[in-house]
């Protein structure tokens, strides 16, 4: 890389690719759309929090074609909790998956998970989560990052989330950090 990059090696870029949903039960509220989110919190108190567009499912057992990703910043060996949750368009929390960063993101080539999203009865839907997980590079005039904080980037707005977006997707624009709030239609019956 030339000069103008600047290695940080105390972060990592941690990629979260969210591919298709699968859920078990069609849940009430679903026909005007539901949303996954990520949630990330830091031991320091640090948080934050993006948003798919929203979908609908309209079977059972129907992938859902997600394609959405979440581009993270943490600290190295950062001992973040992260959450991925499935929603209704009032924001009720219908299933959840519990994990951290480290476990998930564990090296720099993608590792395909399957994680289930539960309630108290059980398992609502399993989503197929691909990450991976790099040293960040920004540009040397992008302003340092401040130790233990936690931020999503913008796939439009960043040039290594860019270029991840590019490598992906190549032929679709890389999307700004909030949702379009769009339905998705794009819908595998299996």
Known sequence: MSNSVRHDEGARL??????VIVLDDV??????????HWYVSMPTGAQ?????DPF???????????????????????????????TD????????HFG??????VSEQFEMKELPLVHAHG??????????????????CVPARTRGTCEFLAANDDNQAGHIWSFLFPDRPPPGKGSSGQLLEQHENT
């Open 100 to 105: 951290s960063v480290d476990k998930l993101a």
């Open 123 to 140: 398992t609502l839907a399993r989503v197929t989560v691909h990450a991976a997980s790099q040293i960040r590079w920004t540009h040397v």
């Open 14 to 19: 941690c990629v979260l690719h969210a591919e």
């Open 48 to 52: 934050d929090h993006i948003e798919s």
């Open 27 to 36: 849940p009430p509220g679903n026909e005007n759309g539901l949303i996954c």
């Open 89 to 96: 368009r009032n924001g009720n929390h219908l299933g959840v």
């Open 56 to 86: 609908v499912v309209y079977q059972p057992g129907s992938k859902v074609k997600l394609d959405w990703c979440g581009f993270l910043v943490v600290d190295a060996r950062a001992d973040a909790d992260l959450r991925l949750t499935v």
